[in-house]
């Protein structure tokens, strides 16, 4: 069973930057996209972005020009990075892999908390 594993959160200051990393643990075939959701204290879960296979990107409004999500294929790896932090940023953030062959799978990183504060 693949795992996704995340690092780089902590704390940073508001306007800093951090960037997170998600490594797959072996081999994803048919990725449709990578994203990163993130869940703060006593709200849903939300999307903060994709790429798809092709490389497109697409954001929530509220990161829109600030925060960045890039792929390395070759060790099937996601990353985000996120400058201009705000303490509105402060979150669990979760990488989410989507993988289509036949069947559709769903791969889910543990989260890695980010804190945005003075």
């Known amino acids: 069973q693949v795992q996704l594993v995340e690092s780089g959160g902590g704390l940073v200051q508001p306007g800093g930057s951090l960037r997170l990393s998600c490594q797959a643990s072996?081999?994803?075939?048919?990725?449709?996209?990578m994203d990163w959701y993130r869940q703060a204290p006593g709200k849903q879960r939300e999307l903060v972005g994709y790429?798809?296979?092709?490389?497109?990107?697409n954001y929530a409004a509220s990161v829109q020009g600030r925060f960045t999500i890039s792929t390395d294929n070759a060790k099937n790896a996601v990353y985000l990075q996120m400058n201009s932090l705000r303490p509105e940023d402060t979150a669990v953030y979760y990488c989410?892999?989507?993988?289509?062959?036949?069947?559709?799978?769903?791969?889910w990183g543990q989260g890695t908390q980010v804190t945005v504060a003075s």
């Open positions: 989410h892999i989507q993988a289509e062959d036949s069947n559709l799978y769903e791969y």
């Open positions: 072996g081999n994803i075939f048919g990725i449709v996209t």
């Open positions: 790429i798809t296979h092709d490389g497109r990107t």
